[in-house]
């Protein structure tokens, strides 16, 4: 059974990128899978040129490796990985925390309720994917807001990176509470709405330590 669906001939690198990449994140393509280029020009109907661009892409997002006369093969995250990318993803947070906090209106608190709103319904319905989705839609959205472009550009290229390491900590501890993110996110939310920045930085510390931690136990339980 294919992985994948056809590739439309428009932006194919772009098109073959997106698709591996969420493979990857949906644990559909797994750490340490070899990652088969004529295989891939078969399911997908496009020529090799855009599967190695692609994939020279997804090296570059840190989401595959290539290994000299062997090919390229699904990154495996260890618990180094983790604290890397979490400590990233908070300074960034953070960052766009300073710079957006006193311009978010009315309108962007109801968009984020919105978001926190759809995750809950997600969690009841059991659509994980979605509510992995909803859950990164939400801090996306933080993100955007600081309206910066270089710290948009550094989150995208550890954004995918998150949600592979979030599907190994569901992988690997298919108990956590999927509800706990939905507090996490009200707390953020009420920091912003009383324009508490240091407040938003705690809970940006608090939250992301926690799942980080519960990503490096998933890992090694799963290494083990």
């Known amino acids: ?15 073959v990128a997106e698709q591996i990449r969420t493979a990857i994140i949906e644990g559909r393509l797994k750490p340490n899978d070899h990652i088969v ?9 496009v020529s090799r040129t855009p599967v190695r661009e692609a994939l020279i892409l997804l090296e570059r997002e840190a989401l595959v ?14 618990v180094s990985d983790v604290d890397a990318v979490f400590s990233m993803r908070t300074t960034l947070e953070n ?13 962007d608190y109801d968009e984020l309720r919105y978001h926190i709103e759809r995750q809950k319904l997600y969690i009841d319905q059991k659509d994980f994917k979605q509510v992995r989705s909803t859950d990164m839609s939400f801090h996306q959205y933080l993100i955007n807001a600081s309206d910066h472009p270089h710290l948009m ?27 706990r993110a939905i507090s996490d996110h009200q707390s953020i939310l009420d920091a912003y709405i009383a324009h508490d920045l240091q407040r938003i930085k705690d809970e940006n510390q608090r939250i992301n330590e926690r799942v980080a931690q519960q990503c490096r136990d998933a890992i090694e339980r799963l290494g083990s």
């Open 65 to 78: 490796v290539s290994i000299p006369h062997r090919g390229c093969f699904v990154r495996a995250f260890n």
């Open 1 to 15: 059974m294919s992985l994948f669906s056809q590739i439309r001939a428009v932006s194919l690198r772009e098109q």
């Open 153 to 179: 550009r550094s989150w995208q290229e550890i954004v995918a990176q998150i949600a592979a390491i979030l599907y190994l900590r569901a992988e690997g501890n298919p108990d956590v509470d999927e509800y």
């Open 95 to 107: 960052f766009a925390a300073e710079l957006s906090i006193q311009h978010l209106s009315n309108t």
């Open 37 to 45: 280029e004529v295989s891939l020009t078969q399911q997908l109907g």
